[in-house]
């Protein structure tokens, strides 16, 4: 399988604390790759780099066969990487349509005097904005589309800003996604339609999906391959069965040499 | 608490929808079904008919003002009400704009171009300017971008009140720039096409066209692209830049498209007043323009113009003591009835007023002959107000003011009280601002302006911080 | 040299006053994220008060009480009439709105800032008002040290500028209602639920800032012995740069800041051209925030993502 994302020997420290160390990965095109690991392992910080938050101190990330250190965040959005966050950053006073629309500004091209003028170039574009919004929205079903629309954001429940999230970072038409904690607050019922969600992500979408998660139970579900992460060192690597019995992840987990089968989220 | 399985959006929707009430809730009602073009057009039309209306040059020249007004608190609006950033400094572009026009359209360089030629050099020559002092915009946020854009406002000030001796080393005189603190007079008038531009009246039509095509123009900019990255990037900059907005590129438009819209205006103020001097441009100006577009509600088109129409012309009313003492009594009885209810109570607070007054002013009368010997009010209600508020012929500013402090008094006491005790403090409080009113405040106009926008100011932001106009917001919790 | 000393102890008066009204400034900023613009209209109350306490002793050439304990008492009636007026405006312009857009107070303080103004000249009519302090303490008198020379005036105002910071340091740093008050500007809600009374610890703030500023417009009037209705707002001002450039919500960065412009302001007057002085002065304080864009002691705001 060719690669997508490509991380080599990525660093990243932070006032000589090394949240990243010299961490290779690999996520093929079509993909689901969970990266688990205990708080502070560096996973959201691998995102930041990833996308362009942060600069990394050395190393390569290579996208679809191109280094894109260095560039600027909307950039490497634009070039097909879209992310959410775990800390949930809508807009929120803007509709929930809104949202997904702001995000297709760097697949648009109208300039200002054009919007200005109404010419057919920035109407079409706009028609096209809409259409694409509403497509993506009607993804999550009733929990977004129809009514919900044209509510502000700031109206909707967790779970449905959770979705939202996901909605927008697709509305920049990316091929990765990069889910930071999509289940994370969520109750069972809605951890499982979460789960199924990221497996139709893949399925009807067609995106390459990278996810930080703590459940189990969703990481279970879903990947393809589990990377475990602790102290930004890449532990363990493989199936979601291999990583989880894997000793030095247990121990990560539960800070003791111990033997269980599985290890609990933290 | 929400119903079970309703989420807060659904549970108030009925809210929403039935939000007016009582008397006027029809015509409020009728008014949101028309659409905002027609609203628009309505507007205009209202706007282009003024002129036929009037021949008072004075009223013209309000006119002139709200639309110079409306169209600052628009441009504005771009960047404080779209983009979210404080700039201090956009007085500073209105000013240029009028500088630059001068430079190019009066004697002071013997440059005369033709004003086809100026308006767009000058509206360029803003926007670049824009675009320099947007710059710290991508290293300060919040109010540090604020202080900083204020010193650039300040700067502008001080360059202007300078630069008319500027020594260089190939002139053997020196170089006068902008005429110091006696500006640049004699301005040549606008003649654009075959039109000239002779009278205020002609400069209002200009205005009311440049005003219509820049709301047309910002409405549709606002429902762009670049309408919502501006938003996106003030909701959270971070996430707009990962949803693929850049936002420093984007902040810099605001601030260009800003200036542009501000130096277009500043051209066009200098041509009315065929004129520019520095005292035109500073801190009290950009404090008014903010006043207009908070009070009318940042992030609405409509909610700047009518800030801008607010601010423009009310204080304008207040100029000559019949009209203000009418509007005065006007807004004092608006008010009751708008605050007080039911009815009943509204009469009793009424009668209640009247008895206090003129029991007082019995007593005084009594008690203290001059206290009531003082010039009557004369005017369209003299008669009325003579048998009722006090003017004392001797001590009358001290007494005044004593009044005035204890108005203040009784005026804060009343946002705070609350059932009978407030109807308590109410009377006497009536009474004393119309006492105040008549003995101090009608006689200093320019006082009572500052001190009711003041006022008004306060009040607005308490009782509505999201304008009149605006939209109520949720803060991000970042 | 002496013309140098000269202006440094100029700077440095200046810089006092300012550095005081930036402290009050700075200290409601830290603690609910306002700028308030009415700030330098209540230094202008101080001063207005400490006039009539003033006139209606008899006024400076003809004192009904000795000098010390007049000053104590001008002192004293201008910082307490300004921290009386600081409560009352967080009690009905700022309250109403903690939880508002953050430019809905700054339009409400800028409102309350053209209330008072108006009101002062109302009140007090436009005239100047001066304390004519040379015929109650002679500015002759003072210390002379070979071409040095100090007013007593000066060093009095220096001085107590001084131990009203040295008072507000230990009030923050040692005692109950310091540490409340940096708890609420840390996390007002965490504050809040630890049972910090956050309305008091606010008052508070509000009423400690501006009897700061009470005491700088008795010192103003003292010094430079002119007081009217607009004097707050360029003070008011250049107080809030102060504040800015030090760091605003930083204590001693306010103190800084205001020594700074004070200087800053002194010198250029003195030895660069005084009509590109004001130019000079905000070309350097555009500089120093584009260096440090939080200013001078400020840290800079922590983003998580």
């Not at chain 2, 201090?88 to 430079?103: D, K, P, S, T």
Request: aromatic share 10%; proline share 5%.
């Amino acid at each position: 399988m060719a690669a997508l994302l490509e991380l080599r020997t990525l660093s990243k420290s932070f006032g000589g604390l090394l949240c990243i160390d010299h961490l290779d990965l690999r996520v093929g095109e079509g993909e689901i790759v969970s990266v688990i690991g205990p708080n502070g392992a560096g996973k959201t910080t691998l995102f930041n780099l990833i996308t362009g938050v942060y600069e990394p101190d050395g190393g390569e990330i290579v996208f679809d066969g191109r280094n894109i250190v260095g560039l600027e965040p909307h950039r490497i959005t634009n070039l097909g990487i879209a992310r959410t966050f775990q800390t949930l950053r809508l807009f929120l006073n803007m509709t929930v349509k809104e949202n997904v629309t702001a995000a297709t500004y760097g697949k648009t091209k109208a300039r200002v005097w054009q919007s200005a003028l109404r010419t057919p170039f920035a109407r079409r574009e706009e028609r096209e904005v809409d259409a694409l919004a509403e497509e993506k929205l009607a993804f999550f079903g009733t929990r977004l589309a129809g009514y919900r629309m044209q509510q502000p954001a700031y109206s909707l429940s967790y779970a449905n800003r959770r979705r939202l999230e996901i909605a927008r970072a697709t509305g920049t038409s990316p091929r990765l996604l990069l889910l930071d904690e999509p289940a994370a607050g969520m109750n069972p019922v809605e951890t499982h339609e979460m789960t199924e969600l990221i497996g139709r992500l893949r399925r009807e979408g067609g995106y390459t999906i990278l996810v930080i998660e703590h459940d189990m139970h969703v990481v279970e579900g879903i990947s393809d391959r589990v990377v475990a992460l602790d102290h930004g060192v890449k532990i363990a690597e493989g199936t979601f069965d291999q990583v989880a019995t894997d000793p030095r992840v247990v121990e990560a987990y539960l800070g003791v040499k111990a033997t269980r089968e599985e290890p609990e989220g933290p | 608490m929400p119903r079970i399985g309703t989420d807060e959006w659904v549970e108030q929707q009925e809210l929403r929808t039935e939000y007016y009430t009582g008397l006027t809730a029809p015509a409020r009602r009728a008014f949101d079904r028309v659409g905002p073009g027609p609203r628009f057009f309505a507007f205009l039309a209202i706007c282009a008919a003024f002129p036929f209306l009037t021949d008072s040059p004075f009223l013209i020249r309000v006119g002139v003002n709200v639309l110079l007004f409306a169209l600052l608190a628009l441009g504005l609006n771009i960047v404080v009400g779209w983009a979210g950033l404080l700039d201090l400094g956009y007085i500073a572009f209105y000013g240029f704009g009028a500088y630059m026009y001068a430079w190019v359209s009066s004697s002071q360089f013997d440059v005369h171009l033709p004003t086809e030629l100026a308006i767009p050099l000058v509206v360029t020559a803003s926007a670049l300017l824009g675009l320099l002092l947007g710059l710290p915009s991508w290293r300060l946020v919040g109010d540090y971008l604020a202080i900083t854009t204020l010193f650039f406002a300040q700067i502008f000030v001080e360059l202007a009140l300078n630069l008319d001796r500027i020594n260089l080393p190939w002139r053997d005189q020196p170089l006068d720039l902008t005429g110091g603190p006696n500006g640049i007079p004699g301005l040549d008038p606008m003649r654009i096409l075959t039109i000239d531009f002779l009278q205020t009246r002609d400069y209002f039509f200009l205005l009311l066209v440049v005003f219509a095509l820049v709301v047309v123009g910002l409405y549709y900019v606002n429902e762009s692209r670049t309408g919502r990255g501006w938003r996106a990037s003030r909701e959270d900059p971070l996430a707009a830049e990962l949803m693929t907005t850049p936002v420093n590129r984007l902040k810099l438009l605001a601030f260009a498209m800003g200036a542009a819209i501000a130096g277009l205006t500043g051209s066009i103020f200098a041509a009315v007043q065929t004129g520019v001097f520095p005292q035109n441009f500073e801190v009290t100006l950009l404090i008014m323009i903010y006043a207009a577009l908070i009070l009318g509600g940042a992030g609405s088109i409509s909610g700047a113009v009518l800030g801008a129409v607010i601010v423009a012309s009310v204080p304008e009313i207040l100029r000559t003591p019949e009209n203000a003492r009418l509007l005065f009594y006007a807004a004092l009885v608006a008010v009751l009835v708008a605050t007080v209810r039911p009815w009943q109570r509204l009469a009793a607070v009424a009668a209640a007023t009247v008895v206090f007054g003129v029991a007082v002013h019995e007593l005084v009368s009594l008690a203290w002959p001059a206290g009531d010997e003082g010039a009557s009010a004369g005017g369209s209600l003299g008669w009325l107000l003579d048998s009722w508020i006090l003017v004392p012929a001797e001590h009358q500013d001290t007494i005044g003011n004593v009044g005035f402090v204890l108005m203040v008094a009784g005026l804060l006491a009343l946002t705070v009280l609350g059932g009978d005790r407030r109807l308590v403090v109410l009377v006497p409080t009536i009474y004393l601002a119309a006492f105040v009113w008549e003995n101090r405040l009608i006689a200093q106009p320019s006082v009572t302006r500052q001190l009711l926008f003041g006022a008004l100011l306060v009040a607005m932001m308490t009782r509505r911080p999201h304008g009149l106009l605006g939209t109520p917001r949720v803060e991000n919790p970042i | 040299m002496d013309f140098f000393v000269q202006q440094l102890v100029n700077g440095v008066t200046l810089g006092s006053v300012y550095a005081l009204i930036a402290l009050g400034y700075s200290m409601v900023y830290g603690i609910l994220k306002l700028l308030n613009f009415a700030h330098g209209e209540v230094y202008m109350m101080g001063a207005f008060i400490g006039y009539f306490v003033l006139t209606a002793l008899g006024g400076a050439s003809s004192p009904v009480l000795p000098v010390a304990p007049l000053l104590v008492l001008m002192f004293l009636a201008g910082m307490l009439g300004a921290g009386l007026l600081g409560v009352v405006i967080e009690r009905f312009a700022y309250r109403p709105l903690r939880n508002a857009p953050r430019i809905a107070p700054l339009i409400s303080a800028i409102g309350v800032s053209f209330f008072l103004q108006a009101s002062a000249l109302l009140l007090f009519s436009a005239q100047f008002r001066t304390y004519d302090t040379p015929q109650l303490i002679p500015f002759s008198t003072g210390i002379e040290a070979g071409p040095l020379r100090i007013s007593l005036v000066r060093m009095l105002v220096i001085g107590s500028a001084i131990v009203l910071m040295v008072a507000l340091t230990l009030l923050v740093s040692r005692t109950r209602l310091g540490k409340a008050m940096r708890a609420v500007s840390y996390d007002r809600e965490a504050a809040a639920m630890m049972g910090i009374d956050v309305d008091r610890v606010i008052v508070a703030t509000f009423f400690i800032g501006s009897v700061l500023a009470g005491a700088a417009g008795v010192m103003v009037g003292l010094v430079f012995e002119r007081v009217f209705h607009f004097m707050g707002f360029i003070a008011g001002l250049k107080g809030f740069t102060a504040a800015v450039i030090g760091g605003i919500g930083n204590i001693p960065g306010a103190m800084l800041g205001g020594l700074l412009i004070g200087l800053a302001e002194a010198f250029s007057a003195s030895y660069i051209s005084s009509t590109f002085q004001n130019l000079i002065v905000f070309g350097i304080l555009i500089v120093i925030m584009l260096v440090r864009p939080s200013g001078l002691l400020g840290s800079p705001a922590l983003t998580k993502v």
